[in-house]
C-alpha cells in the first residue's frame, strides 16, 4: 500500500510524471521477467541435484530428509540463528518458550562445525554436572558431533526422562578432553529468584525470558518490599549467562522501571520496516537505584533490557561485556511441515544503538576472577565470533568518522 501511495503522489505532483512512469514499468517488467527466469533455473538445478540423490546415493534417503536437509542448509547459511524447525522441534520450542521442557539445561550454537555453549541454565542436569559457559562439546554418546547439523545435534541430547548422556567436551584450560555424564530431565524453568541482601538490597535473578518472567518479575518485587519493608534502598537485577528468549518479555520487564520513553525498536528489510516500543507510566521500583548485571553470557532480550534502562539512565550496569546478538527471529508456521525461524529484523536501543556483534558495554567494567587470578573472558564466544553473522550496519559509518 505505501509502494502504491509514493507512486500516486509522484504522478499527482508531476504532470509529466505518466509518460516517465510507463517506461520505468516497462523497465521494471523487463527486470522482474529475468529475475523470474533466474530463478527458475535456479530450482531446476535444485531439482536436478535432487532427483540424481534420490537414485545414485550409496544408500536409500527418504524425500523427507532430504527436503528438510535442504531447508534446514538454506536457512543455516544466512545467519546462526536461522532454520528449519521439524514438528517435534516445533513442539519442543512451544514447550520451552512456555518454560517447561525435556532436556540437559543448556544454551547452545554451531560454531566451525562443533557445539558451542553460549550458556548453562541455572538448576538443571548440565548445570549441576559442571557444564561451563565457551564449553566445546565434541562427540555425543560416542558419536562426533562435526558434521552434524544443530537440530541434529539437539535432538541427539534430548531424550526419555531419567536417562544418561555421555558429552565428551573441550574447555579451555584443561589439556585433555572431558567426559561428563548427564541424567536428562524435565527442565522446569524458574525464570525469576530473588532474595534480600544485607537487610536492604533486593537481588533479583532473571535466568531467562519465557512466559513466565514478567509475572515472576513482579512477585519477586512485591515479596523484596514486604520483607526488607521501609529499609529497602535499590535492587540488583542479574542477567548473567541470560541466554534471552521472548521479546515482550524483555519489553515487559523494560517498562516495569521505566515511567517513559523508547525501550526498544526493530528494523526489518524495508525503510519503513520500523516498530518502536514505548514504556508506560508505572515504576514498581518506585524509583530506587538499579544496578544490572551482565556478562559476556547475557544476549539477546538481556541486552535489550540492559540497553534500555542504560540508555534512560534508569539504572547502572555492571560487569563484562555481553553477547551482541542484535537481531530478531520471527517464528513462521508451515502447516503440517512444523516451522522456519527466520531472522527478520535488527534491534536497537533507545539511543539508536545497534549492538549486534558488539554487545553492550558496562558502565562499569568488573571481570570476573578465576581462583588461580586469571580473567575468563580471553577464551569467551560471543555474536561476532559465530560464522555468518549479520554484521553492524552502524560499523560502516563509524569507520568513515574515524577516517575523517
Known amino acids: 500500500m505505501n509502494t502504491k501511495l509514493k507512486y500516486l503522489t509522484g504522478t499527482l505532483i508531476l504532470g509529466v510524471g505518466i509518460g516517465i512512469g510507463s517506461i520505468s514499468v516497462a523497465q521494471n517488467s523487463e527486470t522482474e521477467v529475468q529475475n523470474t527466469a533466474e530463478t527458475y533455473k535456479q530450482l531446476n538445478l535444485f531439482g536436478n541435484v535432487f532427483e540424481r540423490v534420490r537414485s545414485e546415493y550409496v544408500e536409500e534417503v527418504s524425500d523427507k530428509d532430504l527436503v528438510e536437509t535442504a531447508l534446514n542448509g538454506m536457512l543455516t547459511a544466512l545467519d546462526p540463528h536461522s532454520s528449519y524447525l521439524t514438528e517435534e522441534d516445533f513442539s519442543s520450542m512451544q514447550v520451552q518458550t512456555r518454560g517447561e521442557f525435556g532436556g540437559l539445561g ?93 537487610d536492604d538490597i533486593g537481588h533479583i535473578r532473571v535466568t531467562t525470558f519465557n512466559q513466565q518472567t514478567f509475572p515472576g518479575l513482579k512477585r519477586a518485587i512485591t515479596e523484596i518490599q514486604q520483607e526488607a519493608g521501609n529499609e529497602l534502598i535499590g535492587y540488583v537485577l542479574d542477567l548473567r549467562n541470560n541466554p534471552g528468549g521472548l521479546l515482550d518479555q524483555a519489553i515487559k520487564v523494560s517498562d516495569a522501571f521505566l515511567e517513559q520513553g523508547e525501550i526498544v525498536s526493530t528494523r526489518g528489510r524495508a525503510e ?101 587470578g586469571q580473567l575468563d573472558q580471553s577464551n569467551r564466544i560471543s555474536e561476532a565470533d559465530l560464522r555468518g553473522a549479520l554484521s553492524n550496519p552502524q560499523n560502516a559509518s563509524e569507520n568513515e568518522n574515524d577516517d575523517e
Open 106 to 198: 543448556i544454551e547452545v550454537t554451531m560454531e566451525n562445525g562443533l557445539v558451542k555453549v553460549v550458556s548453562p541454565i541455572d538448576d538443571t542436569p548440565a548445570y549441576r554436572a559442571g557444564i561451563q559457559a565457551n564449553d566445546v562439546i565434541t562427540e555425543i554418546d560416542g558419536e562426533q558431533v562435526m558434521g552434524m547439523s544443530l537440530s541434529d545435534a539437539v535432538s541427539k541430547m534430548r531424550g526419555k526422562v531419567g536417562t544418561d548422556i555421555n558429552v565428551t567436551i573441550i574447555r579451555e584450560g584443561e589439556a585433555e578432553p572431558l567426559e561428563v555424564t548427564i541424567t536428562r530431565d524435565i527442565i522446569q524453568i524458574q525464570s525469576v529468584r530473588h532474595r534480600v541482601e544485607n
Open 272 to 372: 519503513d520496516d520500523i516498530r518502536r516500543d514505548n514504556a508506560t507510566p508505572g515504576d514498581l521500583a518506585n524509583g530506587l537505584p538499579i544496578i544490572v548485571l551482565i556478562n559476556g553470557g547475557s544476549a539477546s532480550a538481556s541486552e535489550i533490557v540492559a540497553g534500555a534502562l542504560q540508555d534512560h539512565q534508569r539504572a547502572i550496569v555492571l560487569g563484562t561485556k555481553s553477547f551482541g546478538k542484535g537481531s530478531v527471529q520471527t517464528v513462521i508456521t508451515l502447516p503440517g511441515h512444523g516451522a522456519m525461524r527466520l531472522t527478520t529484523a535488527r534491534y536497537y536501543t533507545p539511543s539508536g544503538t545497534s549492538i549486534q556483534a558488539k554487545g553492550i558495554e558496562p558502565d562499569i567494567l568488573v571481570e570476573r576472577v578465576a581462583v588461580v
